[in-house]
């Protein structure tokens, strides 16, 4: 039986991405309609460099260029979920990549700003969202650990890439009730995936979430380079 698709054969795409909800998101404990019914809508293949749309349901990141991933659809799935988001909410990305994860918190929520550091990502990812019509999707280029404090508050923040700590900028930019999902780590080989929840103004809880891979987050309040 063939389980990948020649590209652009979309029926097969849609089965593929049926089974990876099932199997892969639903089948390892992520319970959010929202977020199930968005990683069954938000076709990955369209987020990978030509050629590679064959791998789009593989159960792990891939190459996307200039020495960065797209996210393994579980781990977009599982933060997406940490956010807690209903639908409606005004929500902050750092770490753009292809856009797909964009996508997905784009199906949800009502607003979505993201941030990508490298240009010819933010610019390649900033033409698949288009592309697929998400227009409540904002991409810029530059420092996410500074946040995007001319739209801030945010209901939730999602960070794509791993830090040494929590920047403070994105905490104070998250609305009271608001919801940071974040890797951290003092080592740039693993983190562990960490929710920080703004409590009260000047009040934050924090939890583990999940041991995690990410690329390093480069940046004022990350790390000074990536290696
Ligand atoms: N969310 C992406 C997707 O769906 O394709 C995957 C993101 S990839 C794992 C992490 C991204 O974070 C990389 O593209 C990297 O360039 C970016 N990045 C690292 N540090 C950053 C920073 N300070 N601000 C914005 N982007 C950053």
Redesign the pocket.
Known sequence: MQSRPPSGVMSDYSKLRERMVKRQIAGRGVRSKPVLDAMRKVPRER?LPRGHGVFAYDDSPLP?GEG????QPYV?AFMAEGLGLEGGEKVL?????????AAVLAEIAAEVYT????EG?ASMAKSNLEALGYDNVHVRCG???LGWPEEAPFDGIVV??GGPDVPDALKHQLKTGGRLVIPVGRSKAYQELVRVTRVADDEYQTENLLPVR??????EE?WSSEY
């Open positions: 987020f996307i960065q991933t797209i996210s977009v990305e750092i770490g753009t990549g292809s856009g797909y994860a941030i990508e550091r490298i990502l420092d996410g650990t794509a890439a990410f690329v390093p987050l480069v940046g990350g």
